[in-house]
């Protein structure tokens, strides 16, 4: 019974699918601790099913110091207490299923948490059984923290260093050691036999690390290690497997994605969301986005991606600004920049992922304090910039820009006090525009944001085009508009964009056409000729052509 219901998945079903994504902790607290709860992501499971997404990525759950909000991880087979039991997270997956949902969960395995038990035995003594899931060296090198300072923590007891490329509290995971990637495959296939689809690889580029070469990312021996992975656990099994690789070109995401080499379904690569800083400098050393550096970077992965290979297309995440905030606009526009920035993304050929929030316009909260502001990665930067003599506007400017925490403020459900987030003090403040911005009132209004994500989606599921279609880019040297064809046979969608608040013409030649109409707009009667179209503020169109 179970073979054949398998047997009928379509191998590369994630293709055609739009990913929701879940941070746990700042969804929906159902228990009153301030904290959100795998019980309350069943009960908005409804909320997601009528958004019409049919994938949950699940940040992660497990047991968990909370050191880096679970990212840091001492029990992968247990669920974190602040979030529920192992119970809650078996109906989780039950009630995914009942409604056609498949969930994918977050895999952690660069490092585990200083608690796990393998890292308590391995800093013991030095020829612990554990010893080598981690990496010991007598002398620190130049390598470099994520989260700041030096990758390795001098422990006394043995009196050696230990690597951890993010936090202290985080040690890296030695992936040479056969013995580690046993365990790992045998934790991933603990969950796939609990009914999971998937996984999101957590910076999973550096796990080839050679640190005694200064190597973290790519590796000469990540593939082999995907490869492996591959066929020990989630292989022949029709998974969506999807790595977060910070330092891929469209050549690295080939090595990952492409059918015939057996490893991943498909990347996250960053090239687009580094465009708005300084080159060679951090991303808090911010810049303004060039929309022409976003067309060529959008259109080079589209391209390079046409034959063989799949793409992800995200503007947001966990760990990313929320995109009205940075590249929209969080004013006037907020709802008509949302919707053509969800259009521009969603016209193009990958897999749509949307992250909590995305899908209302939500908004950074630009808190004025550094209080208000807990991830241990801004909190880190704060000091050490602090220390290194920038000014304290300076700071605060880049953090209400660019800080993971502004996509971690929690879920804006409705009016009731703290969003009906949580009806006591949530662990973090919620963003103050509440009020206006929420799930209730876009669901109560049919031009929402929230309608037009659905719409998006619908039509993805309705029309072969968006997954198969070739992508060419129109214009490229327009200063305010993004217009792009997609093509399959003799229909054509045709996607503009003015991506700015002035109002902007764009001309177009359509040749001979059969047919033109509106697919989806978010102006009322856009025009279909289009010779000499002047678009509105932010106004973004997807034309249906036949030729
Ligand atoms: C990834 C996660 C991020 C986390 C880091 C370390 O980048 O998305 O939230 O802090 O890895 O696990
Ligand atoms: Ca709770």
Redesign the pocket.
Known sequence: MRQTKEFMIEKDWWKRSVVYQIYPKSFLDSNRDGIGDINGIIRKLDYIQKLGADVLWL?PVYQSPQV??G??ISDYTQIAEQYGTMHDMENLIQECKVRGIKLIM?L?V??TSDQHPWFVESRKSKNNAYRDFYVWRDEPNELTS??GGSAWAYDASTGQYYLH??SKQ?PDLNWENPKVRAAVYHMMNFWIEKGISGFRM??IDLIGKEPDRGIKENGPKLHDYLKEMNRQTFGAKHLLTVG?T?GATPEIGHLYSDEAREELSMVFQFEPMNLDKQPGKHRWDLKKLDLTDLKDVMTKWQQSFASSGWNSLFWN???LPRIVSRWGNDGPYRERSAKMLATLLHGMKGTPYIYQGEEIGMTHAKFASIDDYPD??TQNMYRARIAAGYSEQEIMHSIQMKA?DNARTPMQWDERENGGFSSVRPWMKVNPNYHTINVFNNLADPNSVFYHYQKLIALRKEKAIFTEGTYELLDRDHPNVYAYKRVMGDQELLVVCNFYEQSAVFQYDMGQVRDIRVLLSNYPNSPIQLERFELRPYEAVIYEIKK
């Open positions: 940040c880096d909000n990212y840091d977050d952690v660069n490092h994520n989260f490329f993010y985080q957590d910076v977060e910070w995440n966990h760990d241990i990665e993971r």
